[in-house]
């Protein structure tokens, strides 16, 4: 079946460090692709999302390409802050339904 | 913007209580989802719904179930609280596409 597979966290990175959180997945045919951003507190925020092989998403400094040769979508910013600091999602959902799959998360801190 | 909003952001109950967990969202969405969080675990399907009165189970139905009488509002019911219930809450709603989602209900069952 389909499933997403992230990174293990936690992260802890200082300010102004690059950040790469890896996704993959495993899914027939052509699925969308989603990040999430889960602040302390609060429910499930979309960051970006790709909808077809090649294509990058970005958002707020974030990047992720749709790699469909290595099954992947990995997250990447130049250099973080302070306030990225939350817990990551990697997502797919397949074109012919509604239901979508979700990695199990990775937490990041970003330290001052 | 889309707004989905739940009853609750914390929630304490006792072992056998029937609770009820309320989900509305204002963006006339064909789909609503439940969801619970677990640390390691992720996000994990309960139940999902298509359209009024439809109900779909996910994953971890077992302990759960659904109501959807009007489009707008999903309910997730546990019949027979248990501690292994104990969790955060996450209802989206969607299109087609994206998911929004609530702020979370986090409920202890002691």
């Known amino acids: 079946g389909d499933s997403v597979t992230q990174m293990e966290g936690p992260v802890t990175l200082s300010e102004e460090a690059f950040l790469t959180i890896n996704c993959t997945y495993t899914?027939?045919?052509?699925?969308?692709l989603f990040w999430y951003v889960q602040y302390p507190g609060e429910g499930l925020q979309l960051l970006l999302k790709a909808t077809k092989a090649d294509d990058k998403g970005s958002n707020k400094g974030f990047e992720a390409t749709y790699r469909k040769e290595t099954t992947s979508f990995h997250l990447e910013k130049g250099s973080v802050q302070v306030s990225d600091s939350a817990v990551y999602f990697c997502a797919l959902r397949q074109n012919t339904g509604n239901q979508f799959y979700f990695g199990t998360g990775t937490s990041l801190t970003v330290i001052p | 913007d889309v707004k989905v909003t739940q009853s609750s952001r914390y929630l304490v109950k006792r072992t056998g209580e029937k609770v009820f967990l309320e989900c509305v969202q204002d963006?006339?969405?064909?789909?609503m989802f439940w969801y619970r969080q677990d640390p390691g675990l992720g996000l994990r399907l309960i139940y999902f719904?298509?359209?009024?009165?439809?109900?779909e189970k996910g994953d971890i139905p077992e302990g759960y179930s659904v109501s959807r009488e009007k489009k707008e509002r999903f309910s997730l019911i546990l019949e027979s609280a248990s501690t292994n219930q104990t969790s955060m809450y996450l209802c989206?709603?969607?299109?087609?596409?994206?998911?929004?989602f609530g702020p979370g209900t986090r409920l202890t069952v002691l």
């Open positions: 989206a709603s969607s299109p087609t596409g994206t998911q929004f």
């Open positions: 963006m006339d969405h064909e789909n």
């Open positions: 899914a027939t045919g052509y699925p969308s």
């Open positions: 719904s298509y359209d009024v009165k439809m109900k």
